[in-house]
C-alpha cells in the first residue's frame, strides 16, 4: 500500500515538475518590471494584438503580429532577432501567453506582460497611440500617381518587424534615384482605404507605378538589387 502511495506522489511530483518547466519557458513580468525589463538596450516589445488595438494604444515602440492571424504572426516573427529578449503582450495577457509559448519553442528568449494593456493602464504607465491620424484619401492616391512619372509606393508599418528591417534599404534606393522616384509611404495601420484600394495581403508592399500604370510589385523582404532592376 505504502509503495502504491509512494508511487502516485511520485507521478504527481513528475507532472507538477513538469507544468512547471513548460510554464517557465516564457517569465511572466509584472507591469513596473516589464517597463523596467524594456528600457534596457537590444530589447524587442511584441504586440500580439490587432492592428486596430494597436493604434487604439500601445507601448513605446513595439512591433506587431495579430497571435489570431497565423500566417501574418509566424511571418512577421521570423523577423525577430533570437539573440534579444521578446517582451510580448496582449489586452489581458490570455493571446500573449499562446503567443510566448509558441516563440519559446522556436527558440527565443521570452517574457510575457501580467494582465496585459489592462493591467499596463491600470498601473497609470505610457501609452501611444495615433487613432487621430487623418486617413490618406483614395483620390489623393491616385492624383499622385498620375502625376508623376515613377513612383515607388512603400506600404508599410513602425511596428512591422520586417518592415523596419527593410529600412535601410528603402533609403538607399531613395539616395540613388531621389532626382527620378517619387516616394509615397503608405501607413499600414492607418490608411486603410487605400490599402483596400491596393488590394494588399502582406506587410511590407511594394508597388512600382510608371507613367500612372503599376508595373512592378512585391511583398516581405526585397533586395536593394531587386528594387533597382524594376525601377530600370
Not at 160 to 174: E, G, H, N, S
Not at 177 to 195: E, N, R, S, W
Request: with cysteine.
Amino acid at each position: 500500500m505504502k509503495c502504491k502511495i509512494c508511487a502516485s506522489l511520485f507521478a504527481m511530483a513528475v507532472f507538477i515538475v513538469s507544468c512547471a518547466q513548460q510554464n517557465n519557458n516564457a517569465a511572466i513580468l509584472k507591469a513596473a518590471d516589464f517597463q523596467k525589463a524594456i528600457q534596457l538596450q537590444g530589447t524587442q516589445v511584441l504586440d500580439v494584438r490587432t492592428a486596430t488595438e494597436y493604434q487604439s494604444g500601445h507601448i513605446k515602440n513595439a512591433l506587431q503580429a495579430n497571435w489570431n492571424d497565423a500566417k501574418e504572426f509566424e511571418s512577421r516573427t521570423t523577423h525577430l532577432d533570437k539573440n534579444a529578449m521578446v517582451y510580448v503582450y496582449c489586452q489581458a495577457g490570455g493571446r500573449s501567453a499562446a503567443a510566448a509559448a509558441y516563440l519559446a519553442e522556436k527558440g527565443f528568449k521570452v517574457a510575457n506582460l501580467e494582465g496585459g494593456m489592462s493591467n499596463w493602464k491600470m498601473n497609470n504607465l505610457p501609452v501611444e497611440g495615433n487613432t487621430n491620424t487623418t486617413q490618406m484619401r483614395v483620390v489623393d492616391f491616385e492624383k499622385v500617381v498620375h502625376d508623376n512619372k515613377l513612383i515607388l509606393v512603400d506600404i508599410g508599418a513602425t511596428w512591422c518587424p520586417p518592415c523596419r528591417k527593410m529600412l535601410p534599404t528603402v533609403d538607399k534606393i531613395k539616395a540613388n534615384f531621389k532626382d527620378k522616384l517619387y516616394f509615397l509611404a503608405v501607413d499600414g495601420g492607418v490608411d486603410m482605404d487605400v490599402m483596400k484600394h491596393l488590394q494588399f495581403e502582406v506587410l511590407p508592399t511594394f508597388i512600382i507605378y510608371k507613367n500612372g500604370k503599376e508595373v512592378w510589385r512585391k511583398t516581405g523582404i526585397v533586395s536593394e538589387a531587386e528594387f533597382s532592376s524594376a525601377l530600370k
